[in-house]
């Protein structure tokens, strides 16, 4: 099991240099990616349409207890970045070890730094916003799918009762919620208008 698109930091911005030399443009986004679920996968997508190449900055193990706490990350920094570099949108993986990505933002100097819109700029770190600045890299905010997330998932999970006494039960999230639309689509069994 080899993670392919999981290099050191100091090589990715050698990646980073030759896809500038060659034209490219960059899009960065980060975060803890545990459990990689659809809302992670249409963020990356929808990130990779800001530019020819797509870096994820993947918070460490260490990173993601400070950000969530105890009990997280559900899977290892090597499993996340595993998942994310099977993910065809997503062009480096680097782990990182900050709760937040400012001296990342300044070597790799992104064209774009994509954040999912359930933020605003007002809600980014004062130090990755002046980071942002310096390099002039645009931010640009995505859609998200609301109330899916790996804590959400997490407690929907640990509030079930085990089936047959296994420690996993099965995920079949309801998602989304019964009458709502989300991303110009209808929950199931409803219509598009």
């Known amino acids: 099991m080899e993670?392919?698109?999981?290099?050191?930091?100091?090589?990715?911005?050698?990646l980073r240099e030759s896809w500038r030399a060659e034209g490219h443009r960059v899009a960065?986004?980060?975060?803890?990616?545990?459990?990689?679920?659809?809302?992670?996968?249409?963020?990356?997508?929808?990130a990779a349409q800001f530019g020819q190449r797509l870096i994820v900055a993947l918070n460490s193990d260490g990173s993601?207890?400070?950000?969530?706490?105890?009990?997280?990350?559900i899977l290892h920094e090597y499993l996340r970045a595993y998942s994310l570099s099977a993910v065809r949108w997503v062009d480096a993986v680097f782990l990182f070890d900050g709760t937040r990505a400012v001296e990342e933002i300044r070597r790799l100097k992104p064209d774009v730094y994509?954040?999912?819109?359930?933020?605003?700029?007002t809600d980014l770190d004062s130090r990755e916003l002046r980071a942002l600045g310096e390099v002039n890299a645009t931010i640009?905010?995505?859609?998200?799918?609301?109330n899916l997330s790996t804590t959400a998932i997490v407690r929907e999970v640990r509030g079930r009762p085990s089936p047959g006494?296994?420690?996993?039960?099965?995920?079949?999230?309801?998602?989304?919620?019964?009458?709502?639309?989300?991303?110009?689509?209808?929950?199931a069994g409803q219509k598009n208008d």
């Open 165 to 187: 006494g296994s420690s996993l039960p099965p995920v079949a999230l309801r998602w989304p919620p019964p009458g709502e639309k989300v991303l110009g689509c209808a929950a």
């Open 64 to 73: 993601v207890r400070t950000l969530k706490g105890a009990g997280r990350p």
């Open 140 to 146: 640009e905010f995505v859609e998200f799918f609301p």
């Open 114 to 121: 994509v954040r999912a819109a359930d933020r605003t700029v």
């Open 3 to 14: 993670a392919k698109k999981l290099f050191p930091f100091d090589e990715v911005c050698r």
């Open 28 to 46: 960065l986004t980060n975060g803890c990616f545990d459990l990689l679920h659809p809302g992670h996968l249409f963020l990356l997508e929808q």
